[in-house]
């Protein structure tokens, strides 16, 4: 009981303090906790009947230049004079006058208007009505709110520093609003007896559409139509404003300042529920308004530039696709050169064959001819016949001088490939653990890490492949095939997606260094073909790992053979009968075959990527309660 007579003063306290002063926004600590609860249960209840509900798309929001004939007046220094006011197309009996001031340092304007209708009538979005000055730039400036009676009328005075402008009247959701809208029902009418300069200048300034306030959202579940009529209007413009507010994003853009707004409006509940003096209800009402409004007008510049930012992102991939697709034409319009040249080349050889046996018909048709007459006589024949058995005999010798030549240039060939093999694994060797194996090279990199639950490459990966691609890039012709592996821990999909990604971030960043992506593959094996036990950290670690295997003619290896599956699998990590891993056992050369010693149908070890799995956002989590990643050390 205590501590409720306390929070009973203290409001009270603060509810005199604000009718008494201008300055409500800098209120105690104390008052500010209790207005803050007041706010939370005036939202609950308010929440009851009109709920903010979340878009799926933050609207991109448009505004349009409008343009209209106002004349604008250049008023003279020091002087006073009176200006009309006519209704426009929206509001044709609207009328009224003002009188302007010009006094040291600003304008002061007299204004009162009549035949106003209730701003409601041009949709249940606008509340209240707004005084601008235009600039004849184009330059709008909020002088002020119209406060119109029961009767259509209003007066009001404002001041502006501005010396040269005309004036308009536009229905808006609340007076704080920063920028007119199109809904213009009055606008200033020079006099004859005008003191000034008049401008007939048609001012161009940027205006929010109708209905604009109301991207994705329906008009009538504005708070200001659940509210009580008798409310004030001050308190039914805060209401809509930190709606509009929220309903445009300022709870992504705007935070702190919608924040603000919702303790502001939370007071201003507070005070109508207790029935406390309008000028207290009103002030804090006002500051609401006011900073849902900046709330408003930072969302829609952030998401907008968030827009910008997209937009420029899209139109970057687009031109590196474009790129990719000039050079794939490229290499494809190459390639068809170089068969068209093979192709004309066989040609040629083909009527060179033709023109030779044309040629050896023509002299078999003279040996006959030769054979026939040389029959009589039996010594001639049978010289001729030990001259062809000769010349049998010496093309038998040139036949087998051509093979043994042949056998040479292979053995020569091989030789060469043995080198370049060689060369190459001391290469790979000075950057990385590397293995000659029936496969090809294969090398490890068992310091490289990827980040958590991530594909991403870490800068000590991205120095190793740096210095494998310029490794490879003095061998256009290998062939690289890169496999990712994971451990047994998550889903078969979540594993494959990851091995999958992790083997393609390695070779995108290999071909960003000029490894020519056509010479590489890269594949996911999930958690298939494992190394070491699953059953223990040590044993999951070495199972999550990328491999690089090297092949090529050039190196005397079939590029592009395909791992085999390995025929031992690591323990479980408990059977049946409650068989593990030895905890101690580690994978090595003897129980892990390398491309040397491994029987047919093994995979050799290759390079390793250890660390923890790295999976990128988009891929479900392992489960679908929404557990953290698959990853355990």
Request: hydrophobic fraction near 35%.
């Amino acid at each position: 009981m205590k501590k409720l007579f306390l929070v009973l003063a203290l409001c009270a306290f603060t509810t005199f303090s604000l009718a008494q002063s201008d300055n409500a926004q800098e209120s105690t600590t104390g008052t500010s906790q209790q207005s803050t609860a007041g706010s939370s249960q005036q939202t609950t209840g308010l929440s009851s009947t009109s709920q903010v509900v979340p878009m799926s798309q933050t609207p991109v929001y448009h505004v349009n230049v409008v343009e209209r004939s106002v004349k604008a007046v250049d008023y003279r220094h020091r002087s006073s004079s009176k200006i009309d006011f006519r209704g426009t197309d929206l509001n044709p009996q609207g009328g009224g006058e003002a009188k302007v001031e010009s006094k040291s340092g600003r304008i002061q304007i007299d204004a009162s208007f009549d035949h106003l209708p209730p701003a409601t009538s041009f949709g249940p979005e606008y509340l209240t009505y707004v005084l601008w000055a235009i600039t004849p730039d184009g330059r709008a400036t909020n002088l002020g709110e119209v406060l119109v009676d029961e009767h259509g009328k209003s007066e009001t005075k404002v001041t502006t520093p501005l010396q040269a402008f005309g004036m308009i009247v536009t229905a808006e959701p609340y007076f704080a609003i920063t920028q007119p809208s199109n809904v213009v029902v009055e606008q200033n009418e020079v006099r004859t007896d005008t003191k000034g300069w008049p401008e007939p200048i048609t001012a161009k300034f940027e205006a929010v559409n109708r209905d604009q306030y109301m991207v994705n959202v329906n008009p009538s579940l504005l708070p200001s139509n659940y509210s009580d009529r008798k409310a004030p209007l001050e308190l039914l413009e805060a209401r809509n404003a930190v709606y509009i507010a929220t309903v445009t994003g300022a709870e992504k853009y705007a935070p702190d300042a919608l924040q603000k707004a919702k303790t502001f409006l939370g007071r201003a509940e507070d005070y109508y529920s207790r029935k406390q003096n309008k000028n207290a209800i009103d002030t804090v009402a006002r500051g609401a308004t006011e900073s849902a409004e900046d709330a408003r007008v930072l969302s829609i510049r952030e998401a907008a530039q968030a827009h910008a930012q997209e937009e420029r992102r899209l139109a970057a991939e687009r031109t590196a696709q474009a790129q990719a697709r000039a050079e794939a034409e490229a290499q494809q319009r190459a390639l068809a050169q170089q068969q068209a040249q093979a192709a004309e080349q066989q040609r040629l050889q083909a009527e060179q064959q033709a023109q030779q046996a044309a040629r050896q018909a023509q002299e078999a048709a003279q040996q006959r001819a030769q054979a026939q007459q040389e029959l009589q006589q039996a010594e001639a024949a049978r010289q001729a016949a030990e001259q062809q058995r000769q010349a049998a005999a010496q093309q038998a010798e040139q036949a087998r001088l051509q093979a043994q030549q042949a056998e040479q240039a292979r053995q020569q060939v091989q030789q060469q490939a043995e080198q370049t093999r060689a060369r190459l694994l001391s290469q790979l060797n000075q950057v990385l653990q590397t293995r000659d194996t029936a496969r090809g090279l294969i090398s490890t990199m068992p310091d490289v890490l990827f980040g958590f639950d991530k594909y991403t490459l870490t800068p000590q990966a991205r120095e190793r492949l740096a210095k494998v691609a310029g490794i490879l890039l003095a061998y256009p012709d290998l062939h690289l095939e890169v496999d990712g592996y994971t451990d047994s821990i998550g889903s078969d999909q979540y594993n494959q997606q990851l091995s999958e990604k992790r083997a393609a971030a390695v070779r995108d960043y290999l071909s960003s260094q000029g490894v020519q992506l056509n010479n590489m593959v890269a594949e996911g094996f999930g958690k298939n073909d494992p190394i070491a036990s699953n059953a223990t950290a040590q044993g999951r670690q070495e199972n999550r790992r990328v491999e690089l295997v090297v092949s090529g003619q050039a190196i005397g290896t079939n590029a592009g053979a395909a791992p085999a599956t390995n025929a031992a699998q690591p323990a479980n990590t408990g059977n049946a009968q409650g068989e593990t891993a030895p905890a101690n056992q580690q994978p090595n050369q003897q129980n892990a075959p390398t491309g040397n010693n491994a029987p047919a149908g093994t995979t050799a070890p290759s390079t390793t990527m250890p660390g923890t799995n790295s999976a990128p956002a988009n891929i479900p989590p392992a489960n679908a309660t929404g557990t953290p990643p698959h990853e355990s050390l």
